[in-house]
């Protein structure tokens, strides 16, 4: 009986696939939350214990965390993260900072070198794609969506 890439990495390393899937999600995060969330989520440490080694309060270490959560655990993000390999670079980089991330518009249009119209709209037109891909996704096998998306890339350049 053959098992899967994710059970073979999990039993190598002695983890659940839940605690894989959350090591997955938090490499998207920025580097100060990615710090927060690996010390408690991954390697089991205390908000109070972190909070003395960040130089912050506990309160506000477990008010981020929670804010961590709450976005890995969103809709927006599971969707954004399986649309990334289907969009041009441009528009994965801008996916990740602002939906991946959780940068506010503003945020996301100064990282991206964007006036803050300009980012909004890049920011509905990438979401609108993500929201596509989704769509796809759910309707047809994995391998069908790569090949209708190479099509309408083909279609769109020539």
């Not at 959350?22 to 920025?30: E, K, V």
């Not at 670079?89 to 503003?106: D, H, I, N, S, Y």
Request: glycine share 6%; proline share 3%.
């Amino acid at each position: 009986m053959a098992i899967s890439l994710k059970e073979s990495v999990c039993t190598a390393h002695n983890i659940t696939a839940d605690t894989a899937i959350l090591a997955g999600r938090i490499q998207w995060l920025t580097g100060q939350e990615r710090e927060v969330a690996e010390a408690i989520l991954l390697r089991g440490q205390t908000a109070a214990s972190v909070a003395r080694l960040m130089g912050l309060s506990p309160r506000t270490v477990r008010d981020r965390l929670r804010r961590i959560v709450r976005r890995l655990a969103g809709r927006r993000f599971r969707m954004t993260i399986r649309a990334i390999p289907y969009l041009a670079p441009a528009e994965a980089k801008l996916a990740a900072v602002r939906f991946c991330q959780g940068r506010t518009l503003r945020q996301t249009a100064e990282e991206m070198g964007l006036g803050f119209h300009a980012a909004r709209r890049q920011c509905d037109a990438v979401w609108a794609q993500v929201q596509a891909i989704e769509r796809m996704r759910k309707a047809r096998p994995a391998g069908e969506v790569f090949e209708a998306m190479a099509r309408g890339r083909r279609r769109r350049s020539a």
